[in-house]
T-cell receptor
Framework: DTAVSQTPKYLVTQMGNDKSIKCEQNLGHDTMYWYKQDSKKFLKIMFSYNNKELIINETVPNRFSPKSPDKAHLNLHINSLELGDSAVYFCASSRSAGELFFGEGSRLTVL | QKEVEQDPGPLSVPEGAIVSLNCTYSNSAFQYFMWYRQYSRKGPELLMY????GNKEDGRFTAQVDKSSKYISLFIRDSQPSDSATYLCAMYSSASKIIFGSGTRLSIRP
C-alpha cells in the first residue's frame, strides 16, 4: 500500500508540449510538496501546500502551476516544456517539520 | 553561496569501514537537521532526524550536530554494501522550508 504515489513514473515529450504529473498521499498529512532533482542529484523545493493552501512558491517559472484539489492530492502542470525542464520531479508529504515522505519520482525527459 | 554545502563525492570505502559524511550550512535559523538516503531510481527516505547539538544514535548510524560551527555529520559504522546510496543532508527553518544539500554518493565495496 503505497504512501505517496506519483503518476506517471516516466514522461518523454517534445519541447513546447504541456504535461501534468499527479500525486496522491494516503498518510493523512496536511502538507505536500513538489521538489525538482537535477542530473547532479540536487533536490530543490518548488512548491508547498498546507491543507490545499499554497505556502511556499519558490522562484519557479510561471509555466509551472501546482494544484491541490484536496489535502491528499497535489498535481503539477507544466506548460510549454523546455529542455531545461528535464529532471526527476518528486512529490512529498509531511506531518512534522523536516520529516518528508517522498514518492518514487516522475522522470521527465524533454526532447 | 549555497545555504547548505555538501561534498558530492563519490566516496568509495571497503565493507566494514566507518563512513563519515558531512555538511556545512550558513543560515543560523535552521532548527532541525536531517539525513536522507536515496537509492538509485528511488525517492529519498528519512534516515536520521535531530534538532539539537550533540549526537543521536540509531543502530549503526550516528548523527552529529554542531550548531556553533554550523556543521553536521553522519557516521555509518560497520558499513555494508546495502548502504551504497546517495546521502542527502537537509535542514529546516521556521519558514516551513526544507533545504537539501547536493548529496554524497557512497559506494561500499564488498
Amino acid at each position: 500500500d503505497t504512501a505517496v504515489s506519483q503518476t506517471p513514473k516516466y514522461l518523454v515529450t517534445q519541447m513546447g508540449n504541456d504535461k501534468s504529473i499527479k500525486c496522491e498521499q494516503n498518510l493523512g498529512h496536511d502538507t505536500m510538496y513538489w521538489y525538482k532533482q537535477d542530473s547532479k542529484k540536487f533536490l530543490k523545493i518548488m512548491f508547498s501546500y498546507n491543507n490545499k493552501e499554497l505556502i511556499i512558491n519558490e522562484t519557479v517559472p510561471n509555466r509551472f502551476s501546482p494544484k491541490s484539489p484536496d489535502k491528499a492530492h497535489l498535481n503539477l502542470h507544466i506548460n510549454s516544456l523546455e529542455l531545461g525542464d528535464s529532471a526527476v520531479y518528486f512529490c512529498a508529504s509531511s506531518r512534522s517539520a523536516g520529516e518528508l515522505f517522498f514518492g518514487e519520482g516522475s522522470r521527465l525527459t524533454v526532447l | 553561496q549555497k545555504e547548505v554545502e555538501q561534498d558530492p563525492g563519490p566516496l568509495s570505502v571497503p565493507e566494514g569501514a566507518i563512513v563519515s559524511l558531512n555538511c556545512t550550512y550558513s543560515n543560523s535559523a535552521f532548527q532541525y537537521f536531517m539525513w536522507y538516503r536515496q537509492y538509485s531510481r528511488k525517492g529519498p527516505e528519512l534516515l536520521m532526524y535531530t534538532y539539537s547539538s550533540g549526537n543521536k544514535e540509531d543502530g549503526r548510524f550516528t548523527a552529529q550536530v554542531d550548531k556553533s560551527s554550523k556543521y553536521i555529520s553522519l557516521f555509518i559504522r560497520d558499513s555494508q554494501p546495502s548502504d551504497s546510496a546517495t546521502y542527502l543532508c537537509a535542514m529546516y527553518s521556521s519558514a516551513s522550508k526544507i533545504i537539501f544539500g547536493s548529496g554524497t554518493r557512497l559506494s561500499i565495496r564488498p
